[in-house]
Structures are given as C-alpha cells and as structure tokens.
C-alpha cells in the first residue's frame, strides 16, 4: 500500500468524539496552519483576530466569531494557537473549539479544506508526534490502545503506557547498564593497575 502523505502538508480532522457534543475539535497540523486561519477569517463578520501580518510566536487563545459556509450567523470559536514546535505534532497546531453539531464541525472541515488542508489519515496526528520526537513508539502505540480499550484495566494500562510507564523503566535500565559499560571498560583499560572497578 503506497504511502499518502507527506509530513510538511497541513492537515485537519475533528478530534473530539463524533455525535453532538456540548463542544466540538476541529484540529489542524502543518506549516500553513496560521496562513489557513487568516484565510478562513479574512471575510469574516465576526471579527478578524487575524488581521495583523505579525505572525503568532507564541500559544495563544482567541475568543471570536467565524463565518461558516451553510450558516447565515456567525459562528462563536475558541481557537487554541500553537504556532511554534512546542505543539503535540511538533509542528505549528490550532483546534478551533466551537458548538458540538456535527454539521457544523463538518461545514468548518470542508472551508477548511477549501484552503488547501487535507483531510488527516487515521493516527496522523500521533505519527507526527512521533516523528518530532514529541512521543516514544511505546507511547504512540499506547494513543491506540487507549482509543482501542473495552475495559477500565485495558484503558489504565494504556494510559500508564503514555504517561512514560515502561519507557521509564528502560531508561533507568538502559542508564544503569551504561554505568555498568563504563566500569567495565574502565577495568580493561587499567587492567594493570591494582584498583578494583567491578
């Protein structure tokens, strides 16, 4: 199976719980996120948050109103700015948190879209996360089985997974067997000498 994307394209996805929810996530990920919001705003009644060229060097939060395609009001968001690499991909991230109707989360996806954005594979967020060094593999790999849980014990085990459970343990590990090496070839190395290493 050949291979769809490519880490430097900007991507969106809703990343909160499909159905209707009190709160919808639209999230973005990639290089243009900040020139795709200017966009999205740029003829907006709501207000421009956007409306300098400075660009954003820090997380940020805005409280404002965009307009959606399909809907004659105005829309109140909550965008949420990493523009940086401080961000869960690595990358420069914004989840647009507004009201959770999914046909609004999807006519949101589809302007968005609209700007060149496509759409995110499955666990591409967490891929890119991975690739930036944001996460371990055993910590990308716990994002799905805490997605994948059926009991309370399957999803603790996951979550204990991404809070750093067993690559901690081989990080202490591996440093105690570092220590080990070193007094190992401190032994050969003096050999001659009458000092005890190991």
């Known amino acids: 199976m050949a ?12 990343a909160s719980a499909p159905g209707a929810g009190a709160r919808g996530i639209v999230r973005l990920s990639g290089p243009r996120v900040v020139e795709v919001l ?3 705003f ?7 948050p956007w409306a300098s060229e400075d660009r954003p060097t820090s997380a940020a939060v805005w409280e404002c109103r ?10 109140p968001l909550s ?15 914004a989840e647009l948190h507004a009201p959770g109707c999914p ?3 999807e006519a949101i996806l589809a302007d968005c879209f609209q700007q060149d954005v496509r759409p995110a594979e499955p666990g591409e967020f967490t ?9 371990d593999l055993v910590q990308a790999e716990a994002v799905l089985g ?24 081989i990080g202490r590990l591996r440093h105690d067997l570092l220590d080990l090496l070193a007094d190992l070839e401190a032994g050969l190395d003096f050999a001659d000498e009458d000092i005890a290493f190991v």
């Open 3 to 14: 291979i769809r994307w490519h880490p430097e394209e900007t991507i969106a996805a809703l």
């Open 38 to 40: 200017r966009a999205l």
């Open 42 to 48: 740029h003829q907006s009644r709501g207000g421009n």
């Open 66 to 75: 965009l307009d959606v395609t399909g809907f004659s009001h105005p829309v």
């Open 79 to 93: 965008i949420y700015l990493w523009p940086g690499k401080q961000s869960y991909t690595g990358q420069p991230l």
């Open 103 to 105: 046909p609004l989360l």
């Open 127 to 135: 891929l890119r996360a991975f690739l930036a060094g944001r996460l």
């Open 146 to 169: 805490a997605i994948d849980a059926d009991t309370q014990t399957e999803l603790q085990a996951a979550l204990t997974q991404l809070a750093g459970g067993v690559s901690s343990e």
